[in-house]
């Protein structure tokens, strides 16, 4: 009786295991649709704000002009965020995130991160100085994936910055790359910075907006570098914030 009563149990146990894992499967292929959806228009948003900026649609009015900016700006952040949702899918539904990595120097993709950043960087009067040697070794990464990790360590630092510049730096030493960024952190952010690498940070912090994050924060981001076989960090000292990921360069087993 009683070993009928556990076989019941299980088999009713494994039924509701069985169910809950479809439903989590249908999760994932519902929001992976959802990104590919929104993949298609917001390639074409940024190809014809770009087209409208390069003059190929005639020559923009001055005063027309910033606004065109805000624009692509804000679809390229839409452009990462489909980027971002699409990873969290395969990394945390399907469990199968993978990457093509091939060899990516550091300076240019920091500088086209910048690039993309100008206008709002200039909005929030952030003064960016950059010290990334030209002649680094070239990493060994995702070229996207890498791009979407700068940006966010840039948005983050721009977010939370509390006065003076934002310093980036880099360096490589026993094979691998280290990439910096350093600012003077606000009183949010040293309070509270131990959760900030945490992919569900921005979630738990829905009480503050002051502390929320950018999108996806640096959580995913974080998994990301690991996915490389690096590490990211974010760490005060004194008032300063230092943020960085290491990761391993061209020709270096991760």
């Known amino acids: 009786m009683f070993a ?5 149990t299980a088999a009713g146990s494994f039924v509701v ?17 959802i990104a590919h959806e929104l993949n298609t228009p917001v390639s074409a948003l940024n190809m014809t704000i770009l087209n409208f900026l390069e003059g190929l649609f005639g020559e923009v009015p001055k005063e027309q002009r910033p606004w065109l900016v805000l624009v692509r700006e804000q679809t ?34 920091v500088a086209r991160a910048l690039e993309e950043m100008r206008e709002a960087m200039a909005r929030s009067e952030a003064v960016v100085e950059s010290a990334i040697p030209e002649k680094l070794p070239k990493l060994y990464a995702d070229a996207d994936r890498l791009a979407r990790i700068v ?16 310093t980036l730096g880099a360096k490589s030493v026993g094979g691998r790359q280290t990439f910096t960024i350093t600012y003077a952190a606000s009183k949010a952010e ?26 996806l924060g640096l959580g995913l981001s974080a998994r990301l570098v690991r996915a490389h076989g690096g590490e990211m960090r974010l760490a005060p000292d004194g008032e300063l914030m230092r943020l960085e990921i290491e990761m391993p360069e061209n020709g270096v087993s991760s």
């Open 190 to 215: 040293l309070n509270h910075f131990a959760g900030s690498l945490d992919l569900y940070f921005p979630a738990r912090q829905s009480d503050s907006q002051i502390l929320s994050s950018t999108g």
């Open 76 to 109: 390229a952040r839409l452009g990462s965020l489909v980027g971002d949702l699409r990873d969290l899918v395969h990394e945390e539904f399907h469990r199968d995130l993978s990457l093509t990595k091939v060899s990516v120097a550091l300076a240019p993709v």
């Open 17 to 33: 295991w069985a169910l809950l894992a479809r439903r989590e499967r249908l999760r994932a292929k519902l929001l992976s649709f």
């Open 4 to 8: 009928a009563f556990l076989t019941g």
């Open 151 to 166: 940006t966010a360590m840039l948005t983050h630092s721009r977010k939370f910055r509390a006065k003076g510049p934002i």
